[in-house]
């Protein structure tokens, strides 16, 4: 009689766990962010959301994302305001 341990199980393979996956609306809020502003803050706030919850993969690109839009808003802020203002200070013309 031998006394060698028995076989070892074969590997299982299961799927991916959630931490490899990607979040899809990370991608989509990121790129959005270059096409319509406005629709990239909110989907990189939603895509922040469900990482947070589910810990999938792109908290970098939705926090990019949500950056990159809350600068273009404060820059168009201060570009509207200029506009303003440069507008209210020059003289009218009436020709």
Do not use: C, H
């Amino acid at each position: 009689m031998s006394d060698a341990p028995p076989p070892a199980p074969a590997p299982s393979y299961s799927p991916a766990a959630a931490s490899d996956k990607w979040n899809v609306l990370a991608i989509v809020g990121f790129v959005g962010t270059f096409i319509i502003p406005l629709a990239g803050l909110i989907i990189s706030a939603i895509a922040l959301n469900q990482i947070k919850t589910t810990g999938e993969r792109g908290r970098g690109l939705a926090l990019a994302g949500l950056i990159l839009s809350i600068i273009y808003f404060v820059i168009l802020i201060i570009v509207i305001i200029a506009a303003v203002v440069v507008g209210a200070s020059s003289p009218s013309y009436s020709g």
